[in-house]
C-alpha cells in the first residue's frame, strides 16, 4: 500500500540554525499538508499546498517557515531560524482531492537545542 | 468554532467490540466525518469517513446518527494492536483540526 515517507526521523538543531524537513507523498496525490504536534498537546495544522501554492496556512505559519515542491516528488518544510518551541514531531499528509482522506507520514522529531 | 467532543477514555476487553462516541453538533451539511488513529507517536492513520450513511472497510465500522450531530467507530473485535487515540477530527476548509481524542486502553 502506498505511504507517505519522511525524512529524517529524527533531527537535532542548534537553536537559530535552518532546518529542512523533507517528505514524500504518495505519488498521485494532489493535495499537500505539513502539520506539528508538540510533546503531550494536540496534532496541529501548519500548511496545505495544491497547485504549487499555498491554499491555506495557521496562526503557526509564520514568516519563518516556508515549503516548497522542488520536483515532482518532494515537499520540503524549512524553517529559516529555529526556536525552542520549535521542538515538535512534524507530519507530513497528502490526499487525491479536497474530500479525500489525508494520508500521513510517521513524522521527523525536531529537537531545537 | 466547530469542534467535536469525545470522551478522554474507554478501556475494551480483547476480542469484544471497541464502540467509540462522537458528538459534531456544528458540523454542516456537506461536512464528512472522518476518523484517524494515533498509536504511541507515530502520525494519525486513516480509519474510516463518511457523509450521511454508515460505513464499513477492513478496520471498522462507522454509524452517523440520522441528524448527522454524531457518529460512533465501531472497531468489531478489538486486539491488543488497536490501543491507541482515536480522533474524529473536524474538517474545514481542506484542513483538520484534532481535539484530544479517546484512549482506547484494549486489555487481555
Known amino acids: 500500500e502506498p505511504e507517505v515517507t519522511q525524512t529524517p526521523s529524527h533531527q537535532v538543531t542548534q537553536m537559530g540554525q535552518e532546518v529542512i524537513l523533507r517528505c514524500v507523498p504518495i505519488s498521485n496525490h494532489l493535495y499537500f499538508y505539513w502539520y506539528r504536534q508538540i510533546l503531550g498537546q494536540k496534532v496541529e495544522f501548519l500548511v496545505s499546498f495544491y497547485n504549487n501554492e499555498i491554499s491555506e496556512k495557521s496562526e503557526i505559519f509564520d514568516d519563518q517557515f516556508s515549503v516548497e515542491r522542488p520536483d515532482g516528488s518532494n515537499f520540503t518544510l524549512k524553517i529559516r531560524s529555529t526556536k525552542l518551541e520549535d521542538s515538535a514531531m512534524y507530519f507530513c499528509a497528502s490526499s487525491g482531492g479536497r474530500v479525500q482522506p489525508q494520508h500521513f507520514g510517521d513524522g521527523t522529531r525536531l529537537s531545537i537545542l | 468554532d466547530a469542534k467535536t467532543t469525545q470522551p478522554t477514555s474507554m478501556d475494551c476487553a480483547e476480542g469484544r467490540a471497541a464502540n467509540l462516541p462522537c458528538n459534531h453538533s456544528?458540523?454542516?451539511?456537506?461536512?464528512?466525518v472522518y476518523w484517524y488513529r494515533q498509536i504511541h507517536s507515530q502520525g494519525p492513520q486513516y480509519i474510516i469517513h463518511g457523509l450521511k450513511n454508515n460505513e464499513t472497510n477492513e478496520m471498522a465500522s462507522l454509524i452517523i446518527t440520522e441528524d448527522r450531530k454524531s457518529s460512533t467507530l465501531i472497531l468489531p473485535h478489538a486486539t491488543l494492536r488497536d490501543t491507541a487515540v482515536y480522533y474524529c477530527?473536524?474538517?474545514?476548509?481542506?484542513?483538520?483540526?484534532f481535539g484530544s481524542g479517546t484512549k482506547l486502553n484494549v486489555k487481555p
Open positions: 477530527p473536524v474538517y474545514n476548509f481542506n484542513k483538520f483540526y
Open positions: 456544528t458540523i454542516s451539511g456537506n461536512e464528512y
